[in-house]
């Protein structure tokens, strides 16, 4: 069985290597990091990963991680490629999951039973 590969966009380097260590720890997985949605699309359109996480404003460039979300969904490509937004706030949670994301997670919740629950679908 091969390693199960997460993409991780937007986050700074701190938050990802927090989120690394935490979804290594608990499933194993490679996590790949994006620091735009331009280097993510191009990312996907070339390799195949398990689940996408997307920060809810991209720390490279302060881009929306919800308008990220609808692009990647409005792709035929794309579309069926699992994605979660990392954040805290329930709102923003609500509107990626409107766009299509699976329920996501926060950051205060890295290692956690709600981290774990969430990505269980697609890593476990």
Do not use: W
């Amino acid at each position: 069985m091969s390693m199960k590969r997460v993409l991780s966009i937007g986050q700074c380097a701190a938050d990802h290597g927090s989120l690394s260590r935490a979804i290594r720890n608990h499933f194993a997985a490679e996590v790949v990091p994006a620091a735009t949605a331009e280097e993510a699309l191009c990312a996907l359109r070339q390799e195949t990963f398990d689940v996408v996480l997307v920060n809810r404003i991209l720390d490279a460039d302060g881009s929306s991680g919800l308008d990220f979300i609808g692009q990647l969904k409005s792709e035929d490509a794309l579309r069926r490629t699992p994605i979660m937004l990392v954040s805290n706030y329930d709102d923003a949670q609500r509107q990626a999951e409107e766009r299509g994301a699976l329920p996501g997670f926060g950051k205060a919740t890295l290692g956690q039973p709600r981290m774990i629950a969430c990505l269980k679908p697609v890593l476990g």
